[in-house]
């Protein structure tokens, strides 16, 4: 198992950016799937971006070009970092890790884009 703690989110003004962190302990950081979701009320759980062991990435369509997922395996810290943001990215953002069939969820993030 491992506790994810992210950090990062607040409100930011339509245009703006943002850099969201997502701290693990605990086993096997080098070998799990990382990414981010967001949610919000009234909506499923969307995910934005997930990246690889190997830093292989995958983006949401919806922020391909304006959004940049990291990870620092010496930190065991994955980024997502946000960029141009446009009010309908306001959303509660999740980190997670995936073992195997496995996965840990952090406690999220308020992301807020509003003028």
């Known amino acids: 198992q491992v506790q994810l703690v992210e950090s990062g989110g607040g409100l930011v003004q339509p245009g703006g950016s943002v850099r969201l962190s997502c701290e693990a302990s605990?086993?096997?950081?080098?070998?799990?799937?990382m990414g981010w979701f967001r949610q919000t009320p009234g909506k499923q759980r969307e995910l934005v971006a997930l990246v690889t062991p190997g830093s292989l990435t995958n983006y949401a369509d919806s922020v391909k070009g304006r959004f940049t997922i990291s990870r620092d395996n010496a930190k065991n810290t994955v980024y997502l970092q946000m960029n141009s943001l446009k009010p309908e990215d306001t959303a509660v953002y999740y980190c997670?890790?995936?073992?195997?069939?496995?996965?840990?969820w952090g406690q999220g993030t308020q992301v807020t884009v509003s003028s």
């Open positions: 997670y890790a995936r073992l195997g069939v496995k996965m840990d």
């Open positions: 605990g086993s096997a950081f080098n070998s799990r799937d």
